[in-house]
């Protein structure tokens, strides 16, 4: 039975219990659209698609990201290290990927997948941080105020599901544009999904990623 988090709450993911080799980190969202009138809904201008990206952060013993990817030009990528991002979809070592980008949260179901191989995940990384953006919020004056029925949900490599934590926008996400939402963090007897939901008004997961480095 899956367990329902709050804000602030957390729960081990115990590989006896659960089947860790292979989990899906499954994020889903609606956009709440401003009601119109009739002649509004006939000649008004289509509501805006609002493109809301995941991305996870693999973290050392310490709560560090190392490896901040390819060097160009003398600064760091981001791309081929411990950042998975919609320009760097798949981790080196196979085991953490995104499976791809949904532009809209249109549809039932996930709308963005993390796939991550627990059991064989390398022991150095000890945390998985998932951040998650609205690209160009800013300029688009696109927050999460807007954003209804927002979750982010384990399941495990038999379709178990094994805990969600639900998180609707309001007005105290007005002006709000991107999200530390949960982290995986590593036990003896598996893992621990945290429910963090800590809003930002940056559009970027850099910002996020500047506490981890």
């Known amino acids: 039975m899956s367990v329902s988090l709050r804000k602030g709450q957390g729960v081990s993911l115990r590989k006896n219990e659960f089947d860790l080799s292979s989990v899906t980190i499954g994020l889903g969202w609606d956009i709440n659209e401003e009601k119109k009138g009739f002649m509004g809904g006939l000649f008004g201008k289509k509501a805006a698609e609002y493109d809301l990206d ?12 190392t490896d901040l990817g390819d060097v160009e030009n003398g600064r760091s990528t981001l791309v081929n290290g411990d950042i998975i991002f919609f320009n760097s979809l ?5 085991k953490i990927w995104l499976t791809g980008d949904n532009r809209t949260g249109a549809g039932d179901g996930d709308d963005e997948q ?3 191989h627990l059991n064989t ?5 000890e945390k998985i941080v998932f951040i998650v953006q609205i690209y160009n919020g ?29 998180l609707s926008g309001g007005p105290a996400f007005n002006n709000q544009c ?7 963090v590593r036990e003896d007897s598996g893992w621990k999904l945290n429910a963090i939901g800590e809003p930002s008004e940056s559009d970027t997961f850099v910002t996020h990623l500047k506490g981890y480095i």
Do not use: T, W
């Open 114 to 116: 993390i796939i991550v």
């Open 54 to 65: 995941v991305s996870a952060f693999l973290c050392n013993a310490q709560g560090k990201v």
């Open 178 to 184: 991107s999200m530390l939402f949960a982290e995986l």
């Open 138 to 166: 800013r300029e688009l004056q696109q927050h999460f105020g807007k954003v209804q029925n927002a979750y982010i949900r384990a399941v495990d490599a038999k379709n178990v599901e094994m805990a969600r934590f639900d």
């Open 121 to 125: 995940l390398d022991p150095k990384y």
């Open 90 to 94: 798949k981790h080196k070592s196979g």
